[in-house]
């Protein structure tokens, strides 16, 4: 396994050598949830989309906590490297690798005993209730799989070494594409279907990278006594991931609460949404890589005293990912109906998702900002302030503004989607504030030393 030292040497080619395996595992990753959306799209009716675009939201909100509150296991590691204290590096995996399986436990039961009460909370249209709840409790009988899956790529990213969950991811998405072609267009089982395949993919990954590891050289001594609840390293985890998970989980509501408004216009808004939604997972994937590799990249730079180069590596984030994001806009606004047309054969939720992906498509010139400063925040430890600018813009943006836009603009997905930007900007404004009072306050106190 090769391990990373952002610690020295030249920045952004590190940042990118580093940044783009994370960036194909995460467009592997979007493929892997789009092709459920697609298959389904292409062999089913809007009822079924419906119910796989609502019961992969809720999916996704539950195992974005997970990952989310994995960062505190990456951003804790990479410190720990950084500050050579490999120990102590070793005993946060092994009380990771702990929590993780009991939170895994926990949404288990939660998704598998709950499905009915979700499908309602998120108003899923009478035609795809049913549907809806059936995936997500197959889904949800999969989550010890998915926490699995998901940690050991933070792991390994906090250790520099982003290759191997590329790998993992790779084999993941091709299972999860032969499952889907056989289970829902030979067998025709529907939503149901894709929701199986989707289990079983991840299964079949977790094995295959548990054997992958076996055979990699980690930087230090790693054994099964590691494997326990040591106080210390599960607070440090806590300190770290609680206020980054709360915030993703909060910004996950205020998603589904949008997607609650609009699946009250009826099925073909909701699939319409649906596939927009699916669309914007891949037009927000290099800032969203980005956010992930700065996260490591600034914890290393962090935990050696080298904040020079972590802000140095937020600018050339920010660079190369508005390049990027102004290529999206321009394909997301002008020719949003192409991009949703590959994930559905109706017109009408084609229509819905182009009006929708419009407002997307200017927040894509908006998250190269916002997603590098959580990634540079999160490396630095201003988890609380991530978690406070993200219920900020969350809860006192985008839901006002959906709800008012909903009332106002007579149904309008593009006026409903321009919730999304408004938040942004808001958050945008608060990390500037914040990095340059974090700086002043760094600066003042190197001059006092």
Request: net charge positive; glycine share 10%; aromatic share 10%.
């Amino acid at each position: 396994m090769e391990h990373n030292n952002f610690t020295q040497g030249p920045i952004l080619p590190k940042l990118l050598k580093f940044m783009l395996p994370v960036l194909a595992a995460m467009f592997l990753q979007a493929l892997y949830g789009a092709v459920d959306l697609l298959v389904v799209g292409k062999f089913c009716t809007d009822a079924e989309v419906s119910a796989v675009a609502t019961g992969s939201q809720i999916i996704m909100t539950l195992t974005n906590l997970l990952v989310s509150f994995s960062m505190g296991v990456t951003v804790a590691v990479g410190q720990r490297l950084g500050q050579q204290r490999q120990g102590d590096a070793a005993r946060i995996i092994g009380t990771g690798l702990v929590l993780f399986a009991l939170l895994g436990g926990l949404f288990t039961l939660v998704g598998v005993l709950g499905a009915e009460g979700l499908g309602r909370l998120m108003h899923a249209p009478q035609e795809a209730f049913a549907v809806t709840a059936r995936y997500i409790r197959i889904c949800s009988c999969g989550f010890l799989i998915i926490t699995a899956y998901n940690l050991l790529g933070s792991i390994f990213r906090g250790l520099g070494d982003s290759r191997t969950p590329l790998v993992a991811v790779g084999i993941a998405c091709l299972c999860n594409i032969a499952g889907d072609l056989v289970f829902v267009a030979v067998l025709h089982l529907g939503a149901a279907g894709a929701a199986l395949a989707t289990v079983l993919a991840q299964l079949i990954s977790v094995l295959v990278s548990l054997l992958l590891i076996q055979k990699v050289q980690l930087p230090f001594a790693f054994n099964k006594a590691h494997l326990r609840l040591d106080k210390a390293s599960a607070a440090c985890i806590f300190r770290i991931g609680t206020p980054i998970a709360l915030q993703d989980f909060l910004v996950g509501i205020s998603f589904l609460v949008v997607l609650s408004i609009v699946n009250s216009l009826g099925v073909t808004a909701s699939a319409g949404v649906g596939v927009a939604e699916k669309v914007c997972a891949f037009i927000m994937l290099v800032p969203a890589a980005f956010m992930q590799s700065m996260s490591a990249f600034v914890a290393q730079n962090f935990g050696a005293g080298r904040m020079d180069r972590a802000r140095q590596a937020l600018m050339s984030g920010v660079g190369v990912s508005f390049a990027f994001g102004v290529a999206m806009f321009l394909l997301a606004f002008f020719r949003g109906d192409l991009l949703a047309g590959i994930f559905s054969n109706s017109p009408a939720a084609v229509a819905a998702a182009w009006q929708y992906l419009k407002a997307y498509a200017i927040d894509c010139l908006l998250t190269c900002f916002l997603f590098c400063f959580i990634g540079y925040f999160n490396g630095i430890q201003r988890t609380t302030f991530v978690m406070l600018q993200g219920i900020c813009g969350a809860f006192l943006v985008r839901i006002p503004v959906a709800l008012l836009m909903q009332r106002l603009g007579g149904g309008s997905l593009f006026l409903i989607g321009l919730a999304t930007p408004c938040s942004t900007v808001v958050q945008i404004v608060l990390c500037f504030i914040a990095f340059f009072r974090y700086n002043r306050q760094k600066s003042i106190f190197d001059s006092r030393e």
